[in-house]
């Protein structure tokens, strides 16, 4: 069974920044791993997808340019950056991963994922 292990979060101002780090076990052998989020009395939205080999990042439009995702596959790690933080950033943020589907157009079905983590909060105030 793939364990996935998210990390980094806590409160920021906004305007801060905050990296996010999401451990998948030894095993997984995805081909795409994304971030998502819920913040309280809402629904759970995607913020940003990636391919096994670093290929094709998709960002939530509402993002611009302020999130950047990465990973390290010799630690089984991804990571997301965010930046210039604001308020309605303040959300559980949730990593997953897919088995078969890769990080295309499409990404942001949550079906698509097999693997989620228990999240971590990210507080922003203002």
């Known amino acids: 069974q793939v364990q996935v292990v998210e990390s980094g979060g806590g409160e920021v101002q906004a305007g801060g920044s905050l990296r996010l780090s999401c451990t998948a076990s030894?095993?997984?052998?995805?081909?795409?791993m994304a971030w998502y989020r819920q913040a309280p009395g809402k629904g759970r939205e995607p913020v940003a997808c990636?391919?096994?080999?670093?290929?094709?990042?998709y960002y939530a439009d509402s993002l611009g340019s302020r999130f950047l995702i990465s990973r390290d596959n010799a630690n089984h790690t991804m990571f997301l950056q965010m930046n210039n933080l604001e308020p309605d950033d303040t959300a559980t943020y949730y990593c997953?991963?897919?088995?078969?589907?890769?990080?295309?157009?499409?990404?942001?079905?949550?079906?698509?994922?097999?693997?989620w983590g228990q999240g971590t909060q990210v507080t922003v105030s203002s």
């Open positions: 990636i391919g096994r080999n670093g290929q094709s990042p």
């Open positions: 030894s095993s997984s052998d995805d081909v795409a």
């Open positions: 997953a991963t897919s088995l078969y589907f890769l990080c295309t157009s499409g990404w942001k079905g949550t079906n698509r994922y097999n693997h």
